[in-house]
């Protein structure tokens, strides 16, 4: 297939919601619709557009110099937190001089006005990541989009394209925009601005008391009731870590990949470490529960225990729409199916009695002042009457409890007495061990070149909560034997603090000057202020830096069908898909492309559904070779998902990519699909 500019192919991908780029109007205009980006979501919370607004009937033409007068938008979007949404609003050039691609004093923006975020403000909805912006892929934290068509002369009518992201907190936001030639002076028509509408994340589909923590003894039962509320079927059971169950109502997922980087699997992590002893009644023994139907009532009685020791655990209701035994989640970790939660229960073994021991520590409860042993069988308490040691270096409560942490080892004289006084003396500190430091090269500013070092800093579980990691870094002649003996020359570039309930954090470093680098990651014992190092890979950033394009988000620059091996005109069962990206791409499980072909037919291609890979090997397209995980191949096992229907049954080809999810490059940019030079699947090649 050949390869299509982009001004056409957004001609083709919006042919059905009408959005012209670049060219003169001619009749009334429909309003544009943009399809939210993202994971799509069940009940729990779906995003959606408004309608668009339609241009007014007449403008200004003719005006000297740079002028512009606003001509339509796609709706206000409303959304689910952390959701991203492509929004579209038409600006007619109503001067007397074109728009120039490329030219400084000549080239049209978008940029933030006033009263919301202000003029050339940063904005909470969408940015380049700097300046606190989120990075949506603006062009600058202040200027929202540039013109897309290389010229726009006067009476043209030119389709900007931006996307929002929907900050994390439910509420109403806006963004006020105002166009401009960069260098020349601010165009007319301010006052145009993005209403964009965050949902809360609908928890309330199943309602789960208590709502208050409780601490008792292993092999106890606590008992919780599940309301559901306007819904039907079933609900599974499951547990998960109350450590790692924020406030915001999202959920841990941190699977990782052959490398020990996080890299999430879009499914919440459960726990085994209870377990539901009856349901309704029914006497049951396991931590996961299929398929508890909703009796009329709405009304499901459990009862939870366990006989770990070290179990702090929160019950969780969820309707598993489809039927994976698994709580999904979108790309910010927030549940796309209805779900309730129960308040956490933590359960303990009996206290210890008065003697001498020597234990490996298992949870800890700097709240309540306790600790028990890593077999889960005995509690032991501590307050300020007690003497505590580290090795031989006598510390304060305050002290011991900054060390105290899952897998210390500690030697005690334990009196059960709480007006007796015990010694604690911890003989093995493992709270705060060595990171994992890996390093990677990328655009992660949109400054279109990879000069950006990224360092991924993943702690052993056992680390204490909210340390704060130094970060250092060297430039170094040549890769060495390793970053360790590499000559030194380290400085520090920063610090860090990995989140409670994390394991992971990210630490950038941005525009880095061609050459070796390495880093060193430490942790600092605030008793005794020694220093632990871990050190990373080398890294190389290019000379010159190896240039990524407009931005940093990867594009699809050859896509094409190789195979139709059912009706010659839809795809089916059995036809084969190639596309060609522009950087080394990850696929996550359930990622999915959407195509829309010319009769109006919405319909999403799902991974898992039909078979997606990437090649590992070089592999060519139209005689252009492309090195490891740049092709990816789906495999269509069924008939695509119609999302809204056409003129015509099922998904035709010619089909047009108009939206992606969980397709990405290997720092996470996601595929921009609008701006890609090709993303057309037709006939085979």
Not at 103 to 131: C, H, I, K, V, Y
Not at 364 to 377: A, K, Q, R, W
Not at 586 to 593: E, V
């Amino acid at each position: 297939m050949e390869r299509v500019r982009v001004a056409v192919r957004l001609l083709t991908a919006f042919a059905v919601v009408a959005l012209v780029a670049a060219t003169a109007p001619a009749g009334p205009s429909r309003a544009a619709q943009v399809a939210p980006s993202g994971t799509s979501r069940a009940q729990a919370c779906v995003s959606s557009v408004g309608p668009g607004i339609a241009p007014p009937g007449t403008v200004p033409s003719g005006l000297p110099g740079f002028h512009a007068s606003w001509y339509g938008q796609s709706g206000y979007p409303t959304l689910c937190p952390g959701d991203k949404s492509t929004a579209v609003v038409a600006y007619y050039n109503s001067g007397t001089r074109g728009w120039v691609s490329g030219r400084l004093g000549e080239m049209a923006f978008l940029g933030t006005w006033t009263p919301l975020p202000g003029q050339d403000q940063p904005s909470s909805l969408g940015g380049d990541g700097t300046n606190g912006s989120p990075a949506t892929g603006w062009p600058r934290y202040n200027r929202v989009a540039a013109q897309p068509a290389d010229y726009v002369g006067p009476n043209q009518v030119s389709w900007f394209q931006f996307t929002i992201q929907a900050p994390q907190q439910p509420g109403t936001y806006r963004l006020y925009i105002r166009p401009l030639v960069e260098g020349a002076n601010w165009m007319e028509d301010f006052g145009v601005f993005w209403q964009v509408t965050v949902r809360a994340v609908d928890l309330t589909g199943v309602l789960v008391s208590p709502t208050t923590a409780l601490t008792q003894a292993i092999n106890t039962t606590r008992s919780y009731t599940a309301q559901a509320n306007g819904i039907t079927g079933c609900l599974d059971l499951a547990f998960v870590d109350a450590a790692t169950y924020p406030v915001n109502g999202s959920f841990r997922d941190a699977e990782t990949d052959a490398s020990g980087k996080v890299v999430g699997d879009d499914k919440a992590d459960l726990s085994t470490a209870a377990t539901f002893a009856t349901v309704g009644g029914i006497q049951k023994g396991t931590s996961y529960v299929d398929c508890v139907v909703i009796p009329p009532s709405g009304t499901i009685d459990v009862t939870v225990t366990s006989t770990n020791g070290n179990a702090n655990v929160r019950p969780i209701f969820f309707q598993d729409t489809n039927n994976n035994n698994a709580l999904d989640l979108n790309a910010t970790n927030f549940p796309t199916e209805i779900v309730g939660v129960g308040a956490p229960v933590r359960f303990i073994p009996p206290p210890a009695t008065s003697s001498s021991y020597t234990i490996a520590v298992g949870a800890v409860n700097l709240d309540e002042h306790y600790f028990v042993d890593s077999g889960g069988t005995k509690t032991f308490r501590y307050d300020g009457n007690d003497v505590f040691m580290l090795g031989n270096m006598t510390l304060s409560l305050a002290q011991f409890e900054q060390l105290l942490s899952t897998g210390d080892g500690i030697t005690m004289t334990y009196s059960a007495d709480p007006t007796g006084m015990s010694s604690f003396t911890i003989t093995n500190d493992v709270g705060r061990a060595a990171v994992t430091v890996v390093g990677n090269v990328d655009d992660y500013d949109n400054e279109n070149v990879q000069d950006d070092i990224q360092i991924t800093i993943t702690e052993p579980p056992t680390n204490v909560d909210d340390i704060v990691y130094q970060v250092w870094g060297t430039s170094v002649t040549a890769i060495g034997p390793s970053c360790e003996s590499s000559g030194g020359g380290y400085a520090p570039r920063g610090t860090v603090q990995i989140p409670r309930g994390q394991d992971t954090v990210a630490f950038l470093d941005r525009q880095i000057s061609s050459g070796f680098y390495c880093y060193r990651v430490g942790v600092t014992n605030p008793v005794t202020n020694a220093t632990l190092w871990a050190y990373g890979n080398f890294i190389t950033v290019e000379t010159p830096p190896t240039p990524v394009g407009p931005n940093a988000d990867p594009r699809s620059i050859d896509a094409r069908v190789t195979t139709v091996a059912g009706l010659a005109n839809t795809f089916d069962a059995g036809d084969v898909i190639k596309i060609a990206f522009s950087k080394d791409m990850k696929i996550a499980p359930g990622a999915r492309i959407q195509g829309v072909d010319a009769d109006g037919t919405f319909a999403d291609i799902v991974c898992g559904t039909n078979a997606c890979t990437l090649n590992t090997a070089t592999e060519a397209l139209a005689g252009t070779p492309y090195p490891p995980n740049r092709v990816l191949t789906i495999v269509l096992k069924a008939s695509p998902t119609i999302v809204q229907a056409g003129t015509n049954p099922g998904l035709q080809l010619p089909a047009t990519i108009s939206e992606a999810a969980g397709i990405s490059d290997l720092a996470g940019n996601p595929w921009d699909v609008l701006a890609s030079p090709d993303g057309v699947l037709g006939a085979p090649d």
